[in-house]
């Protein structure tokens, strides 16, 4: 599918302030953004309950969470709007660094300390995971390593999974996995409260049964030989506004003049 255009931002954001992190040697960017207990919680810089989120340590680093942001966030973005999916990926990321907060302060992080840094967009984009998985849960995707291929549902339950493990063992990645976590019961709190009306405007219908209503099929006459300006310019207009706004912005004629498009061209 296309890359929405918060999708976009989020993307080039990431990799233009890791490589001018890189140039500056982590002075004037890094330690003034990177998460740590000490700095933001004692020295109150709250700010980097946000800014940890576009700090990476290595390009593998950088790598695999925009291609987390690639494949997942414009699934996302298309049913919200721009402005809603930045507010909720956000949210998830600063709910990952307070987890990772809660879990240190109860103990359960061994070895984290109060300068233990927490950097990268993953709690974000762990959100973005759960909240497609919420409201797709059939949907199957195919994952490079290992080869398989899963349904939405199945990959949450094993990412999520892996993530408790490694925090109750307290092994390889603990502190990090405690920020995916955060982020995945953020997204997941969100995704509810959508559904109840609570956040993101009002309650819609579920994603899951928004797809085009059957119709009975006509059989096809004739070829189309003349081209409809005025319905093109509307379709147009809807189109973007769900890259704007989100689909659950469309009114219920806006959904049929979508629904009566699709079956001119498939016509």
Same mark, same amino acid.
């Given at each position: 599918m296309?890359?929405?255009?918060?999708?976009?931002? #989020?993307?080039a954001?990431?990799?233009?302030?890791? &490589?001018l992190?890189l140039i500056?040697?982590?002075? @004037?960017?890094g =330690?003034?953004?990177e &998460?740590?207990?000490?700095?933001?919680? &004692?020295q109150?810089r @709250?700010w980097?309950?946000?800014?940890f989120?576009?700090?990476?340590g290595s390009v *593998?680093?950088?790598?695999? =969470?925009?291609? !987390?942001l690639?494949?997942f966030?414009?699934?996302?973005e298309?049913?919200w709007g721009s402005k809603?999916f930045?507010?909720?990926?956000?949210?998830?990321g600063?709910? !990952? $660094?307070?987890f990772?907060? @809660?879990?240190a302060?109860?103990?359960?992080?061994?070895?984290v300390?109060?300068?233990?840094e927490?950097?990268? $967009?993953?709690?974000?984009?762990?959100g973005?995971?759960?909240g497609?998985?919420m409201?797709?849960?059939?949907?199957r995707?195919?994952?490079?390593?290992?080869?398989?291929t899963?349904t939405?549902? +199945?990959?949450?339950?094993?990412?999520m999974?892996f993530a408790?493990?490694?925090?109750?063992f307290?092994?390889?990645n603990a502190?990090?996995e405690a920020g995916?976590l955060?982020?995945?019961i953020m997204?997941?709190?969100?995704?509810w409260?959508?559904?109840? *009306? *609570?956040?993101? *405007? $009002?309650r819609n219908?579920?994603p899951?049964?928004v797809a085009?209503?059957?119709r009975?099929i006509?059989?096809k006459?004739?070829p +189309?030989?003349?081209?409809?300006l005025?319905?093109?310019?509307e379709?147009?207009?809807i189109l973007?506004?769900?890259?704007?706004?989100g &689909?659950?912005s #469309?009114?219920?004629?806006?959904?049929?003049?979508?629904?009566?498009?699709a079956?001119?061209d498939?016509?």
């Amino acid at each position: 599918m296309r890359v929405t255009p918060m999708v976009k931002v #989020l993307l080039a954001s990431n990799a233009v302030i890791y &490589f001018l992190d890189l140039i500056f040697l982590d002075v @004037l960017i890094g =330690n003034f953004a990177e &998460f740590s207990i000490k700095s933001a919680i &004692f020295q109150l810089r @709250l700010w980097e309950f946000i800014t940890f989120q576009f700090i990476h340590g290595s390009v *593998g680093h950088l790598l695999f =969470n925009c291609m !987390g942001l690639y494949f997942f966030g414009p699934w996302m973005e298309r049913w919200w709007g721009s402005k809603s999916f930045l507010l909720f990926y956000l949210l998830c990321g600063v709910a !990952g $660094a307070a987890f990772y907060v @809660l879990l240190a302060y109860a103990g359960i992080l061994r070895h984290v300390s109060p300068d233990t840094e927490l950097v990268g $967009a993953s709690a974000g984009i762990y959100g973005i995971l759960i909240g497609v998985a919420m409201v797709a849960p059939s949907m199957r995707v195919s994952l490079l390593l290992p080869p398989v291929t899963l349904t939405m549902r +199945q990959l949450a339950l094993y990412v999520m999974t892996f993530a408790v493990v490694m925090i109750v063992f307290d092994i390889f990645n603990a502190g990090g996995e405690a920020g995916h976590l955060g982020g995945a019961i953020m997204g997941a709190a969100l995704v509810w409260l959508w559904r109840e *009306g *609570g956040i993101f *405007g $009002a309650r819609n219908q579920d994603p899951n049964a928004v797809a085009i209503r059957p119709r009975k099929i006509v059989p096809k006459i004739r070829p +189309q030989t003349v081209i409809d300006l005025n319905a093109s310019t509307e379709v147009d207009a809807i189109l973007e506004k769900i890259s704007r706004d989100g &689909f659950q912005s #469309l009114t219920e004629e806006e959904k049929e003049t979508l629904q009566a498009a699709a079956k001119r061209d498939q016509d």
